[in-house]
């Protein structure tokens, strides 16, 4: 794999799977499984030991924002199954005890080194307290967020729906954010972003798009990386 797929690189040549279609698959089911086989992240996650894919879009970016510095306290929403919390892990230096790692998810999540997990909803009335208590000096230096919710097919309610997910981590991470702090999160262009970016605007100084390249052209799917908490 060449480095102009995302910088992905190794030299191995990526050769294309294609499945016969099985009865017990639905379409949508043989697209998604031809993807996985043929995604190079999928490969490159699996060779690494990463749990997701996904673990290359938080390292792309930071590699070009610089955000998970050694000795931050970081918080990651949604965070099942890792692959975010183990790159925060390794860039904070937490197994070493430098940094803090701490990730919340409603799905059971196997241990990682370096990271505390609690299998809590992040929006519940004790969810605050209850990780302020665990964190260094009861705040947090950075809030990941790569959750998105359940979709049902129809797309203006799925970016309702995700937008508003990614609200509810925006003002999760105004509570427990330390001034100076960052927020990144996952978002969806659609049109409604721009309500979470005027909120995000008053709160950070800046407040940025990003798309890394380990996320599909096709899909969707940005982030949005808000640094420079003014705190409350």
Known sequence: MSKDRGGLSGGQRQLHVKLKRARKHS??????????????????????GYRSRA???????????????????VVDLGAAPGGWSQIAAERVHSVS???QVIAIDILDMQR??????????????????????????????VVLSDMAAPT????????????????AAAHFA????????????????GGTERELLDLLKRKFASVRHVKPPASRQHS???YVLATGFRGE
Do not use: C
């Open 27 to 48: 379409a949508s089911s043989q697209r998604w499984l031809e993807r996985q086989l043929n995604d190079p992240y999928v490969a490159a996650a699996r060779r690494e």
């Open 112 to 141: 990682l080194a370096g990271v505390d997990v609690l299998l809590l909803d992040f929006m519940a009335p004790e969810a605050e307290d209850t990780l302020k208590a665990l964190l260094r000096d009861g705040r947090a230096d």
């Open 220 to 222: 969707a799917e940005l």
């Open 152 to 167: 049902i097919g129809h797309t203006r309610t799925d970016h309702l729906r995700i937008m508003g997910l990614a609200e």
């Open 55 to 73: 673990a290359f879009k938080l390292k792309e970016m930071d590699d070009k924002y610089h955000f998970l510095k050694p000795g931050r306290r």
């Open 174 to 189: 105004f509570d427990v954010l330390s001034e100076g702090g960052v927020f990144l999160s996952k978002v969806f262009q």
């Open 97 to 99: 005890g430098k940094g």
